[in-house]
């Protein structure tokens, strides 16, 4: 399993501020260190006016979540008449990666998201539905190792939005140099009270 996990490559890192919560992807399409494919692949999905969520993992299991993503959100904005909460976006890909346990799809998400009262909320999943939440920075993909040791290195509690963009990118850029399955740019979506800031990075291609 840990090969199909691997098979495209990806570094997906979602990190807390104040009042804020960034999430950011590399774009490399690859297969394994032997292909690069594009370099513009979508990882990361907005499913609420102040939620993302990325899908790091195979290709085509990425694409097929968050199609019935999609599918289930809209359905229950027309049910409830609201908008789900991160916490509840949670939970809901926590059950629906359960109900596909015995023939899973590869795929580990990451939730990033601020709720009702801007408080940011960050939580990653493995590929059954474990949901494990944190105050201050989640991890997913190839890169994870990486990227756990710059985040720890560079994120501290209270950062505005800028310092959480400068802060979001270098971690994603130091990570991904070390990996040689990710990379080659990347994406940065920083979510506020009152707007969503989305900047592209550009990255070693060798």
């Not at 609420?48 to 199609?67: E, I």
């Not at 909320?121 to 993909?141: H, M, N, P, R």
């Amino acid at each position: 399993m840990s090969g199909l996990m691997e098979y495209n490559g990806s570094a997906i890192v979602a990190m807390t501020g104040e009042n804020c919560v960034g999430i950011a992807a590399d774009t490399r399409h690859g297969i394994r260190q032997l292909q690069t494919v594009s370099c513009n692949r979508q990882k990361t999905f907005q499913v609420t006016d102040q939620c993302f969520v990325g899908l790091a993992g195979l290709a085509t299991d990425v694409q097929t979540l968050s199609q019935l993503l999609n599918f289930r959100m809209k359905l229950f904005t027309l049910r409830e008449e609201r908008k789900m909460q991160p916490r509840m976006i949670g939970n809901m890909i926590s059950s629906m990666l359960y109900e596909k346990r015995f023939g899973p799809w590869f795929t580990e998400p990451v939730v990033a998201g601020l709720d009702d009262n801007h408080k940011p909320f960050v939580c990653a999943f493995d590929f059954i539905g474990c949901l494990s939440t944190a105050e201050d920075f989640v991890v997913s993909g190839t890169t994870s190792e990486q990227l756990f040791g710059v985040c720890e290195s560079f994120w501290r509690p209270g950062m505005n939005k800028d310092e959480l963009f400068e802060t979001l990118s270098q971690c994603l850029l130091s990570g991904v140099d070390r990996d040689c399955l990710a990379g080659w740019g990347g994406v940065v979506h920083v979510i506020t009270p009152d707007e969503i800031i989305t900047k592209k990075l550009k990255g070693r291609m060798d």
